[in-house]
Structure formats: structure tokens, C-alpha cells
């Protein structure tokens, strides 16, 4: 591990290689699963202002579980996360005429029409983020529906944070980031990784 300002980086951040592969998953990480995204309260609230927007873009289903339930709820270990369906899909999904599973926040933001990208935590997948003492820690989650991205990213060279640039700067500002990637070259200076 290495700690960059206030976060705790796992190695494995660093080392291993994913770059998502939309066309040989489909996007299984927001169907997959027992439990919703993690969401913090103000994303919640965020969310909340766009729905008007998005729900054209969700199933009755996910309306139905929207109205009923909310937009999330607290998992076994009390952390917030998005509503699902059928116990398994994140309400905010939605498909191409492919299949392909999107999510409708992140379409509305791509065409311009809400400023909210999606909940941070999709956003770093498959990186995860927790809070340890004062520091936040940083790793990463390996899951089986995610196998085409370590085969595209060991294929591209491409390491985790270096995929996850975008989010990692949304999350932790370009400062951080960068410290980050000088962080790591000299521990390949050094032959530490």
C-alpha cells in the first residue's frame, strides 16, 4: 500500500490492469450483484432533482421500486445503495436496442441534459472506496463479471488507476492524482512495483 495525502492506495490499484470491455459485458456490473451502488445522502438528493428527467428512461419496474422504496436504502452494513429490481438490477438501468445495459443518469449527462454524472461509486468502479480512521482507502474489487476488462486491460497495458483517471480526479482533485502518478514512478524507479 501507499498513501497518498489523506488515502490509503492499495497495490493492486497500481499493479493490475482492467479497462472496461462494454461489448463483451454489457454492462453486468449495474445488473449483477445482491445490492445496489453505494450512494452517499447528498447524491441521493442530487439524484432525487433529476428524476424527472431520467424516468422515461426506466422500466415500470424500477418506477414502481422508486415510488414504493425510494431511490436507495441502507444494505446489511448500514452503507446506502441504490434501490433494485428483481433483487439483482440497479433501478437507474436502462438498454440498448444490443442489450447493453447503461445507466440512465450517465445518458442523460452525456446528452446534456442533467450536470450529474452518476453516483461516484459507479463512476471508480472497480475501484471501492472506505473510510479508515481518518484516511480513506482505496481497492480493488475483483469480480468474475469483469473478467473481459483484465484480459482488454492486460492486453492495453492500461493499470487500474490509469483506467480510472476521470473518476479518481472527480473524487480526489488533479493534485491528489497527480502525486499519485508520481507516486508510482518512482516505485518503478525503484523497482518497489
Request: with cysteine; net charge negative; hydrophobic share 35%.
Amino acid at each position: 500500500m501507499v498513501q497518498i495525502q489523506n488515502t490509503i492506495v492499495s497495490f493492486d490499484v497500481i499493479t493490475k490492469e482492467f479497462c472496461c470491455d462494454l461489448n463483451k459485458c454489457h454492462g453486468a456490473c449495474c445488473v449483477e450483484g445482491d445490492a445496489g451502488a453505494p450512494v452517499t445522502s447528498e447524491e441521493i438528493a442530487r439524484i432525487e432533482q433529476l428524476l424527472p428527467v431520467i424516468r422515461d428512461m426506466l422500466t415500470d419496474d424500477a418506477l414502481k421500486a422508486i415510488e414504493e422504496r425510494g431511490i436507495a436504502y441502507p444494505d446489511p452494513e448500514g452503507e446506502l445503495v441504490t434501490q433494485i429490481v428483481n433483487g439483482r438490477d440497479c433501478v437507474f438501468t436502462c438498454h440498448d436496442e444490443k442489450g447493453c445495459c447503461f445507466c440512465a443518469i450517465e445518458k442523460a449527462y452525456r446528452e446534456g441534459k442533467v450536470s450529474f454524472m452518476k453516483p461516484i461509486s459507479c463512476h471508480l468502479y472497480p475501484i471501492r472506496v472506505r473510510k479508515i480512521g481518518e484516511c480513506w482507502g482505496l481497492n480493488y474489487d475483483r469480480w468474475d463479471v469483469c473478467s473481459a476488462a483484465r484480459i482488454k486491460g492486460q492486453r492495453e497495458h492500461t493499470p487500474v488507476y490509469r483506467h480510472l483517471k476521470e473518476p479518481l480526479i472527480r473524487r480526489f482533485g488533479k493534485e491528489w492524482y497527480d502525486e499519485l502518478e508520481l507516486t508510482v514512478e518512482e516505485m518503478k524507479r525503484q523497482n518497489i512495483i
